[in-house]
């Protein structure tokens, strides 16, 4: 099975995913997510959320998520901790270690559509190593000035391949992107 990494995250237009004190509350948007501003029939949110097969997250996403109710169902879900946490449900386990050997021994064999959904250490982490292999990026409307940053210590200069564009009429905006393939060295490219 091929299996693809996808992160996912929201982030505010200046490029944070939380406030400084965690919280996330300016990610709601009181209106419902209804395409408009553009929209190119690309599969919509409950299509999407059924194909993910497997979730993986910090631990302190973790520890978020179960304060404000959890959002990952029964979908099987990896977090990535070097503490003994307490096992809540069932779906859950826990890893510790190399995230390579995690991606390649671990969930590819297991699992076709990864969804890394956070934070941005673990985030940050996975872009370093070259183990994403799509960006959904949902940008909200909303310029927060202060915050945990979504891409801090990303690593070196990557490329990517812009694949769709979605901006729905609350203002929010979804940016996908694969990344770009290693470009080939020609015999006929000439030295600069
Ligand atoms: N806007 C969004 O879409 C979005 C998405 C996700 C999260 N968030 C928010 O972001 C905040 C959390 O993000 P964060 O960046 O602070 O933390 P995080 O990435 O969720 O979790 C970081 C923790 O993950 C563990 N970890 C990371 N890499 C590891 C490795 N290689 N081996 C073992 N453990 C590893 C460590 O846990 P231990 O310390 O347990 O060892 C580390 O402290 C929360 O406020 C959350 O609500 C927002």
């Known amino acids: ?17 939380a406030r400084k004190d965690n919280s996330v509350s300016w990610m709601d948007s009181s209106d419902v997510y209804e395409r408009g501003v553009t929209d190119d029939g690309a599969e919509v949110g409950a299509e999407v959320i059924g194909s993910i097969d497997c979730y993986v997250l910090g631990s302190r996403t973790y520890e978020h998520a179960l304060q404000l109710g959890w959002p990952y169902g029964d979908t099987p879900t990896v977090v990535i901790t070097n503490r003994e946490l307490p096992s809540t449900r069932e779906s859950v386990e826990f890893y510790s270690g190399d995230l390579k050997r995690l991606v390649s021994e671990i969930l590819a064999p297991r699992y076709g559509n990864i969804w890394l959904v956070g934070g941005a250490i673990l985030g940050q982490s996975f872009l370093r190593l070259g183990l994403v292999d799509e960006i959904r990026l949902m940008i909200a409307p909303v310029i927060l000035g202060d915050g945990l940053p979504l891409f801090g210590d990303s690593g070196a200069e990557q490329k990517w391949h812009l694949k769709n564009v979605v901006a729905y009429k609350n203002g929010f905006v979804e940016l996908s992107y694969s990344r770009q393939p290693t470009k080939s060295i020609s015999t006929n490219d000439s030295a600069i």
């Open 1 to 17: 099975m091929r299996s693809t990494v996808t992160l996912h995250v929201v982030s505010s237009l200046d490029g944070f995913i």
